[in-house]
């Protein structure tokens, strides 16, 4: 992809210019818009009505006032927002991210992204985002509580089992989907199991659904191993971030053979040349809530913890990003290489700048972009919304055999459709142009609306 198409390039001069002081969706647009070129010029019908302008513009944009009362009895207000993308597919399906650094433009990009990740994995959703730049860091179970509770006094006049699904993501796990669904059940006085996804078993969850983002991103991984004739079997991995999506990719790819020797998060990085011990991993990240510097602290000799280092100086054969957007930039990419990786696939939104992006294209390294490699974790809230409308639950086994099967299926696309548009091995290419047509193709059919 070397630049957007003529024909494109009045798009993107109307996204910047109407989404001014948002560079990170100007980012994924551009990322996108890049990819089309080769569309257009094959089918010119799809440059008709604004068709690509119209998927380039949100359906809708929330924006509200959070107002909350902490445990000194001071009241506190932050900012919560919606962002109703595209509904061509299906409801609006996507997380909601509690964080200091969440405003419009990051939700809005978080959102177009999701579009094209839903609609890579055949399941029939539109994309969406939320969020709210509050910082559960630190916060007490009563002030996440009260916030949540909050937050969803206004968001549940927005959403429905088919109209919008929230999720979790960065900041919102089980315990805020709970408070949440608590108090959308308070409001519309009626269960409504399929109105949000990654619930507690005891109330409509779907058994997986915690692992399937990092579990899908390792049977991606794993795919686009067994294209080039190997596997996980004995390779060096490093995985950023220590959180759901990082310990449960973690957790596959030992599963498959391959080897841990670092993971990270926001205060700096661990190295241990023995394999990280993941058990360890969870019960100071998920039991304990506390910083990583922990695990050096307890394994002693023979691990390393660095502080406010870049974890991908670490050599290794496979890096998959899973922490947050732009985390590995050009430099990062360009250690990567130097010392010998040959995959790199985002278990995070965007994590990779496209200058890493480039590079790693310039060096001949397996790319795979967030919307494939990471799609397992909505392929499944997906699911949950499968059961939830049948009033079943599957076992684990069947919920994870469904999601290999759709991770498999989406590397086959992506593989598929960079060949046909004349770029093998093109996985960013083929998951932007995959993911369009289906859209595309939907918005189509139903007319200038």
């Keep these: 992809m070397n630049g957007i198409d003529e024909k494109l390039q009045p798009i993107l001069a109307t996204v910047l210019h109407r989404n001014a002081g948002e ?12 990819s089309l070129g080769r569309v257009v010029a094959r089918h010119p019908e799809y440059s008709d009505e604004a068709l690509i302008e119209r998927i380039c513009e949100p359906e809708r944009q929330i924006i509200f006032r959070v107002p909350w009362i902490d445990d000194n009895n001071q009241v506190r207000i932050n900012r919560g927002f919606r962002v109703q ?22 939700i809005k990009f978080l959102g177009f992204e999701q579009v094209f990740k839903n609609a890579l994995t055949g399941m029939p959703i539109g994309g969406g985002k939320g969020g709210s730049d509050f910082d559960p860091k630190g916060r007490s179970d009563r002030e996440i509580m009260r916030f949540c509770q909050s937050f969803m006094i206004e968001l549940h006049r927005h959403i429905g089992e088919y109209v919008d699904v929230p999720a979790g993501d ?11 669904f608590g108090m959308y059940k308070r409001l519309n006085n009626r269960f409504e199991a399929g109105v949000l996804t990654g619930k507690g078993l005891a109330y409509g969850g779907s058994r997986a659904r915690k692992e399937a983002t990092g579990f899908g991103l390792a049977y991606f991984v794993q795919s686009m ?39 990270s998060d926001s205060s700096g990085y661990i190295v241990d040349e023995n ?7 969870k019960q100071i990240k998920e039991s304990r809530r506390a910083r990583i510097s922990e695990y050096a602290d307890l394994k002693g000799q023979g691990c390393t913890y660095v502080k406010c280092g870049s974890v991908w100086q670490v050599p290794c054969e496979i890096a998959l ?5 732009n985390e590995l930039n050009g430099t990062d990419a360009k250690a990567l290489v130097k010392n010998g990786v040959i995959v790199v696939a985002e278990g995070a939104n965007m994590p990779c700048t496209p200058e890493a992006v480039q590079h790693f294209r310039s060096a001949g390294i397996m790319f795979a972009p967030g919307k494939a490699a990471n799609a397992g974790g909505v392929a499944t809230s997906a699911l949950e919304m499968q059961q939830n409308a049948s009033r079943d639950s599957w076992s684990f086994q069947k919920t994870e055999d469904r999601l290999a099967e759709i ?17 093998p091995g093109d ?10 047509v289906r859209v595309a193709d939907a918005m189509r059919a139903m007319g200038i609306i």
């Design 85 to 106: 993308f595209n509904s061509s597919l299906g409801p609006y399906k996507g997380g909601v991210r509690f964080h200091p650094s969440v405003n419009v433009g990051i």
């Design 407 to 423: 991770m498999r299926g989406i590397h086959a696309a992506c593989d598929q459709t960079a060949e046909e548009f004349g770029a």
């Design 225 to 263: 191993l067994e294209k080039k004739g190997t596997d996980f079997e004995g390779k060096r991995c490093v995985v950023s971030g220590s959180g759901n999506v990082a310990i449960y990719a973690m957790e596959k790819i030992l599963s498959f053979g391959g080897k841990i020797v670092a993971c």
């Design 23 to 34: 560079p990170e969706f100007h980012q994924a647009v551009r990322e996108v818009l890049e």
């Design 321 to 325: 990003p899973c922490a947050t957007q």
């Design 427 to 436: 996985y960013a290419l083929g998951a932007n142009i995959a993911g369009f």
């Design 275 to 281: 394999g990280i011990d993941l058990e360890l991993v």
């Design 170 to 180: 960065i900041g919102v796990g089980a315990r805020e989907i709970g408070y949440m």
